[in-house]
């Protein structure tokens, strides 16, 4: 099933606003989708919740309850998970997440903490091996960005820099606050009145039209050893399997991330490789790669 993950370790960057304008683009594109919140601030269920009983006839957008952990089966359906993550998502937990998810967004905000942040956080994510093999693609989206300034050319660069596709930039808005106060999307409203808007969001749609529509399986592959890829100039992995930590590994062969991480003799383990943040929010089982 595919799954679409929006990934920035800074709070306020954008990620449950972009979390709903996915999952609200789906559905007016016919695809089940559900909504997964693992943000202990659960905005999106919030946002769900608000888009139920203010607006019962908008199209249904799914969220997962908080015992959907055991489930083994997606509902009848839906065919598509949008995955909001929540802030300083770190170690395991970041590794769990992407082993989820077919495709990630990164909304970034221009200001020099928001990049160092961003570009700790693509640091970690890179080496991941289904990043670094591709199977997990990732694009970077501007955020509230102010189009008279030069907020998207830094972003840009910072994109280019690291050999990631940069999908634009989604300017300064109050109808986005507007909309998540009100259970809706821009998706939702007339077009005519937010078109501007509503075309800067047309590359990031454009990029995940293979993650909407995904081309039919032909023949089965083996799983392939991790090799180099290269995005733009730069070469971002060169992941051997036996060069790769255990639990690295095992996200290499695609197997659930059931061991614990184990730390070199005499080094203390690094809290920030531990998980758990996501423990207590369950991630419905239907989604675990076999
Ligand atoms: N393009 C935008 N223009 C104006 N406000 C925005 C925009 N995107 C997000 N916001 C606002 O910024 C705040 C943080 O966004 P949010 O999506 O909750 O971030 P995160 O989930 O990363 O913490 C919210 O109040 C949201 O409405
Ligand atoms: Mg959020």
Redesign the pocket.
């Known amino acids: 099933m595919p799954v679409i993950a ?1 990934v ?1 370790r ?11 304008h996915i999952a609200a683009y789906c559905t007016h594109q016919n695809i089940g989708v559900m909504l997964g919140d693992v ?1 202990r ?1 659960q ?2 269920r919030s946002w769900l919740k608000l888009r139920e009983q203010r607006h019962p006839q908008a199209k249904p957008i799914l969220g997962w309850a908080v015992n959907q952990s055991s489930a083994l089966r997606a509902p009848t359906g839906v065919s598509h998970v949008v995955l ?1 993550t ?2 300083g998502l770190y170690g395991l937990d970041l590794a769990r997440v992407v082993m989820f998810a077919d495709a990630i967004i990164m ?1 970034i905000c221009n200001s020099v903490f928001d990049r160092d942040s961003a570009a700790q956080c693509w640091d970690e994510l890179k080496i991941l091996p289904r990043i670094a093999t591709g199977r997990c693609k990732l694009a970077v989206v501007g ?3 102010d189009h008279r300034t030069l907020d998207s050319a830094a972003l840009t660069q910072w994109a280019n820099e690291r050999g990631l596709p940069y999908l634009g930039a ?12 009100q259970g809706v999307t821009l998706f939702d409203l007339p077009k005519e009145t937010v078109s501007q ?1 509503l075309a800067e969001w047309q590359p990031i749609v454009d990029w995940l039209g293979p993650v909407f529509f995904p081309a039919p399986p032909t023949v089965s592959h083996p799983v392939q050893p991790p090799r180099q890829i290269s995005m733009g100039n730069e070469t971002i992995m060169s992941a051997r399997v036996g060069s790769l930590q255990p639990v690295q590994q095992s996200l290499v062969q695609g197997e659930r991330l059931a061991q614990k991480p184990t730390y070199a003799p005499n080094q203390p383990a690094a809290p920030e490789k531990r998980g758990g943040l996501l423990e207590a929010l369950g991630i419905p089982s239907f989604l675990r790669r076999k």
Do not use: F, H, W
């Not at 800074?10 to 709903?20: E, F, H, R």
């Not at 989604?170 to 106060?181: K, M």
């Open positions: 929006v920035n800074k709070g306020g960057s954008g990620k449950s606003t972009i979390a709903t943000d601030q905005s999106t909001d929540p802030g909304p955020m509230r960005v989604l300017r300064d808005a109050p109808t986005y606050v507007q909309c998540i106060e808007d």
